[in-house]
């Protein structure tokens, strides 16, 4: 069973920064695309950012310049760095991947529980 657990969210003044982890476990065969998403009330889910198996990233634009995404394929871990944050980005935040697990015909996507990230003064 392949599980995402995301850290990191909190209450952050505007300007400040956090920084989001999501560790995947159990027993994963290989993975691939590793994400972000956010949902914030009364408002459809999003696409934050996201990055490849080989390092290639991609973010909305709202978050541009001011958010960056990593990840430790050793640890099957990814990371948003968020600077600059404002009350807009106000939102849990999803850990999305694609991973196929070792006794799963094909890749999947799983979905962390979500981290609350409140800006506010």
């Known amino acids: 069973q392949v599980q995402l657990v995301e850290s990191g969210g909190g209450l952050v003044q505007p300007g400040g920064s956090l920084r989001l982890s999501c560790a995947a476990s159990?027993?994963?065969?290989?993975?691939?695309?590793m994400g972000w998403y956010r949902q914030a009330p009364g408002k459809p889910r999003e696409l934050v950012a996201r990055?490849?198996?080989?390092?290639?990233?991609n973010y909305v634009d709202s978050v541009k310049g001011r958010f960056t995404i990593s990840r430790d394929n050793t640890k099957n871990t990814v990371y948003l760095q968020m600077n600059s944050l404002n009350p807009e980005d106000t939102a849990v935040y999803y850990c999305?991947?694609?991973?196929?697990?070792?006794?799963?015909?094909?890749?999947?996507?799983?979905w962390g529980q979500g981290t609350q990230v409140t800006v506010s003064s």
């Open positions: 999305n991947a694609q991973i196929q697990g070792f006794f799963e015909p094909s890749l999947r996507e799983y």
């Open positions: 159990g027993s994963i065969f290989t993975r691939n695309t």
């Open positions: 990055i490849t198996s080989g390092g290639s990233t």
